[in-house]
């Protein structure tokens, strides 16, 4: 670990997010909870976030939670963050740096650089421009969340990218940002948290059988996440093979009409198809996944996607996308295997050939399936290589630095 100076111990460090503990429903949120933890015994660490007070037990020291400002009550949804983004920045005053996560806070971000004079440090986990789909949810608003990002990101002292994938989206989509600014520091997992439980109580409660195979999904229904893809490929899976999706929050009423229509017409052509619509609590999930014989990541587009770390970490065979991140993650043939995919240039990762892409997927699922053997050994792989790659210790030592080259004078 790197040590930490005494300078460090001094720093103040104001990590805003939408997303904190319990109000956490992305990859984004979960990078900001533990790092957070991390950076607690290493600086003055502040949490500004999106929503009511936190209650006991998840009341943190130096957490402070914002609401929607009343007078934009009934306004776009945009328009409402930006509200929250300016009382975040506001109740930055006194810190040495800034950390924004995800447009959502990028604006508090920004005008806290201005406001107070400090660096403005933004992680990046995924970009607007390369989800156009976000439109269909935030009409007018999605111009708002554009804006919102590239003003902060052109204007940011330091950038980090959450995989290398995520930087040369970022520089493709951003020119303006220089290289020299952006740096690249991974999702981690906390592997003594996402660990294999042999309990199988949270499985019979859900109707999931642990004698059969099981096909597990966990992630919005959102188009980035390519549930319909999975949904499709599941025809063509054994009938014995079961389909477990912890799967809720749609972006749209469409995309979710989509999906209960896919799950419907599996309902009809097969048994075991059990969908968990509700966030289930993080040991609930961890016992799904450690009795998963393969976790499918079907995502169109995915800066880093920190779930197939959580698979691997309970020893999780992953079948996942060859897109974005996702490679620098799933050692292809070693912790899992990677479905290529050929994908439209237009920003929405739509697959070329989706019937392809459905059937190089249903492939792959397949051929884990059919090797039970096999499927264990890449999933004790995927733990090793969960644990000695992707520590939150390791990362929160790296962001650390990012803090001292945006504070170093110019």
Same mark, same amino acid.
Not at 152 to 176: H, K, N, Q
């Given at each position: ?48 976030? =999106? ?65 107070h ?5 933004? /992680? ?34 330091a950038?980090i ?25 991974h ?24 004698d ?9 229904? /959102? ?19 079961q ?91 070693? /912790?899992g295997?990677?479905v290529?995919?050929?994908q ?5 990762? /739509? ?5 392809? =892409? ?29 644990v000695?790659h ?21």
């Amino acid at each position: 670990m790197t040590e930490t100076t005494p300078d460090d111990r001094r720093l103040r460090v104001d990590l805003l997010t939408r997303e904190y503990p319990p109000e956490v429903y992305g990859g984004a949120g979960v990078h900001v909870e533990y790092l957070a933890r991390e950076l607690r015994s290493r600086a003055d660490t502040r949490v500004h976030c =999106f929503g009511a007070p936190r209650q006991p037990p998840y009341a943190e020291p130096g957490v402070t939670a914002y609401a929607e400002p009343a007078p934009l009550a009934g306004t776009n949804a945009a328009l409402r963050t930006m509200g929250v983004d300016l009382e975040m920045a506001a109740g930055c005053a006194g810190t040495d740096v800034v950390h924004s996560h995800t447009w959502y806070a990028n604006l508090a971000g920004h005008v806290a650089k201005l406001l107070h004079g400090v660096p403005h440090v933004v /992680t990046v986990h995924s970009l607007e421009p390369l989800r156009p789909w976000k439109a269909e949810q935030l009409g007018g608003g999605y111009a708002l969340s554009s804006w919102c990002e590239r003003t902060a990101l052109e204007a940011a002292d330091a950038v980090i990218a959450v995989s290398a994938g995520m930087m040369r989206d970022l520089l493709a989509a951003y020119p303006s940002v220089s290289p020299d600014r952006v740096r690249v520091v991974h999702n981690g997992i906390d592997t003594h948290q996402y660990a294999p439980d042999p309990g199988t109580e949270v499985l019979a409660r859900l109707g999931v059988d642990p004698d059969r195979p099981s096909v597990t999904y966990v992630g919005r229904i /959102t188009r980035q996440k390519g549930l319909p893809y999975l949904l499709r490929a599941a025809r063509l899976l054994p009938p014995e093979a079961q389909l477990v999706l912890l799967a809720g929050a749609p972006d749209t009423a469409e995309i979710a009409a989509e999906v209960e229509e896919l799950v419907a017409e599996l309902r009809s052509s097969r048994e075991g198809v059990v969908w968990v619509a509700e966030m289930l609590p993080k040991p609930e999930v961890i016992q799904i996944l450690t009795h998963s014989t393969v976790f499918v990541c079907p995502s169109v587009y995915e800066p880093m996607g920190i779930v197939n770390l959580e698979a691997m970490a309970c020893e999780t065979a992953v079948v996942a996308t060859a897109t974005g991140g996702i490679p620098e993650v799933v050692a292809d043939g070693a /912790t899992g295997l990677l479905v290529p995919i050929a994908q439209a240039a237009d920003g929405t990762g /739509t697959p070329l050939d989706p019937d392809g =892409f459905v059937a190089d997927l249903a492939a792959a699922i397949n051929e884990v399936l059919d090797d039970p053997k096999r499927a264990v050994e890449l999933g004790r792989a995927g733990r090793r290589r969960a644990v000695e790659h992707f520590s939150w210790d390791s990362i929160a030592d790296r962001t650390l630095t990012v803090y001292r080259e945006a504070l170093a004078p110019r």
